[in-house]
T-cell receptor, first 112, second 114 residues
Framework: GENVEQHPSTLSVQEGDSAVIKCTYS??????FPWYKQELGKGPQLIIDIRSNVGEKKDQRIAVTLNKTAKHFSLHITETQPEDSAVYFCAASKSNDYKLSFGAGTTVTVRA | KAGVTQTPRYLIKTRGQQVTLSCSPISGHRSVSWYQQTPGQGLQFLFE???????NKGNFPGRFSGRQFSNSRSEMNVSTLELGDSALYLCASSTAGYLENEQFFGPGTRLTVL
């Protein structure tokens, strides 16, 4: 089955700096890569996603890049703010599989 | 539009008991998936239902089961509870077709087994 690895497991950044989280996947058939943000006591919230026919996608301060050849994708958060502090999960999915395979998560702390 | 709702939010059971968790998807969503989240294993897929049919199942023992009703609401059941079943159980819903793998999660049910 699909194996998604996520690094780093923890990330501490100064407010205003950028944060980058990287994930690799094993199944070349995977074609959908979402990122979720989970705050304490809440369920994961979809923040951005990318499909395999696109190399990069941006939404305000958040961007995701995908390298299909190398089978890795990354989340970039610019101008970090204290409210960006949370656990972030990457995931991978393929058509007609109806499930997400998640990375282990990255705890991001933004220092004021 | 209301999000995914899960009931109850918290549950305490003892070993050997059984439990039923409920999930109401976003209006218009026909696919419901269940995940188990633990500190040690992370987020693991349990099963997915669409139009009352299970389309995929994760690697969990037969004590874990689920079903979906005609209104797309779903329940999952865990029988003969074990201490290791303590976890946050998350339900996610999605629409059909091209966007069907965009899954939106509920707040989860926190199950504690004593």
């Amino acid at each position: 089955g699909e194996n998604v690895e996520q690094h780093p497991s923890t990330l501490s950044v100064q407010e205003g700096d950028s944060a980058v989280i990287k994930c690799t996947y094993s199944d070349s058939a995977s074609n959908y890569f979402p990122w979720y943000k989970q705050e304490l006591g809440k369920g994961p919230q979809l923040i951005i996603d990318i499909r395999s026919n696109v190399g990069e996608k941006k939404d305000q301060r958040i961007a995701v890049t995908l390298n299909k050849t190398a089978k890795h994708f990354s989340l970039h958060i610019t101008e970090t703010q204290p409210e960006d502090s949370a656990v972030y999960f990457c995931a991978a999915s393929k058509s007609n599989d109806y499930k997400l395979s998640f990375g282990a998560g990255t705890t991001v702390t933004v220092r004021a | 539009k209301a999000g995914v709702t899960q009931t109850p939010r918290y549950l305490i059971k003892t070993r050997g008991q059984q439990v039923t968790l409920s999930c109401s998807p976003i209006s218009g969503h026909r696919s419901v998936s269940w995940y188990q989240q633990t500190p040690g294993q992370g987020l693991q897929f349990l099963f997915e239902y669409f139009s009352e049919t299970q389309r995929n199942k994760g690697n969990f023992p037969g004590r874990f089961s689920g079903r979906q009703f005609s209104n797309s609401r779903s329940e999952m059941n865990v029988s003969t509870l074990e201490l290791g079943d303590s976890a946050l159980y998350l339900c996610a819903s999605s629409t059909a077709g091209y966007l069907e793998n965009e899954q939106f999660f509920g707040p989860g049910t926190r199950l504690t087994v004593l």
